[in-house]
């Protein structure tokens, strides 16, 4: 079961994602009906860790595996988002897949045929509509440690 919980006012949202980057480029995924772009990841289930849950979900969206390594960021979001009310925790983590290769074009992954995935470069990463807000302004990811070699 999901850490989402749906009440008169609003959600109440659990998520964890990725900051996935290669050769100076960040993978980013959206909603085909979106103008705007967010980190990979999905939400949290009941009882698992936010780590353990962005691996399951990596593998469930793009079949890849990869390993959560640090925790880089943790946000308080809120939002709306089709006419709910959304009060969210995020957890952002740096991540290793070594499976991942850059492209320029955008590819769908396999849990959601409405999900597009494209690789940005980093340094045109404030020129997009990046979510949760305040994520650009962390970029580029100069203080981070890891890159997929």
Known sequence: MDLTL????????CRTAALIMKEGYILLHKNLKDDYWVLPGGRIKLHENSA???EREIFEELHIRGKSEKLVLLSENFFEYDGQ???EYGFYYEFRCDELIVCEEGFKGYEDDHLIYQ???????????????GLSDILPLS??????K
Request: overall charge negative; hydrophobic content about 40%.
């Open 6 to 13: 749906r009440t008169e006012t609003g959600v109440l949202n």
């Open 52 to 54: 353990a849950a962005l």
């Open 85 to 87: 009310r959304f009060h």
């Open 119 to 133: 690789w940005h470069k980093i340094e045109s990463i404030s020129e997009l509509t990046l979510f949760p807000e």
């Open 143 to 148: 203080n981070f440690k890891h890159e997929i």
